[in-house]
Every structure is written in C-alpha cells, then in structure tokens.
Nanobody, 124 residues
C-alpha cells in the first residue's frame, strides 16, 4: 500500500510558476511509475505528466510540453511537477498517482494509488 500526499498548490497569476510535490509512504517507491493528473471544473481527469521508475522515461501532455517538468527523487520518495508560464486554463485540482509497474504509463486506469489532490488556481 502506498499513500501519496500532494503539496504546493495555490493561487498564482498567469505567467507565474508553482512547484507541486508528492510525498509517498513505504520503502518501495522506486518500484512505481508515477504520474500527475488534473481535473478542471466541469472537465474529466486528464494526464499531465508521467515518469518511469528511474526517471529515464518521461511523458508530457501537449498542454504541458515546454512549460512543465516532472522529476523524482527515489531516495526521498518524492515526485515533483515544476509548472512555469501558467495559464488560467491550468486551473484544476492536481493529483499525484502511483502505478505498480516500472515502465512509463499515461492512462489513469493504469494507476493503482492516488493522492487527495491539491488545488491550483491561475488568475488572469
């Protein structure tokens, strides 16, 4: 069982930056692929970024490419999402997720554990 706790959300103006962090419990963090998802008001949950167990493979949604960076620190059992040049359309609840696989996964159904989410609000 993995427990995930996100932090770092908040209110930021368009063009600003935020860094989301996700802390995982348990000693086997390096055995999980990790991902960030988001769900905006009235929208379905969507993948934002994902990273394989060793950070060697990464995925970004088109909306995140060039602006967001996913990284992980297996020694600290954390995964982060650096978000730059934020836009109002990035407003959403952001979720951290873990999948019991070493490979890169991008679909929500492949993830086994989810955090509670952290709100990101980008104002005009």
């Amino acid at each position: 069982q993995v427990q995930l706790v996100e932090s770092g959300g908040g209110l930021v103006q368009a063009g600003g930056s935020l860094r989301l962090s996700c802390a995982a419990s348990g000693p086997t963090f390096s055995r999980y692929a990790m991902g960030w998802f988001r769900q905006g008001p009235g929208k379905e949950r969507e993948s934002v970024a994902a990273i394989a167990w060793n950070g060697g493979s990464k995925y970004y949604a088109d909306s995140a490419k060039g602006r967001f960076t996913i990284s992980r620190d297996n020694a600290k059992s954390t995964v982060s999402l650096q978000m730059n040049s934020l836009k109002p359309e990035d407003t959403a609840v952001y979720y951290c997720a873990a999948a019991t696989t070493l490979r890169l996964v991008t679909t929500a159904g492949a993830y086994d554990y989810w955090g509670q989410g952290t709100q990101v609000t980008v104002s005009q």
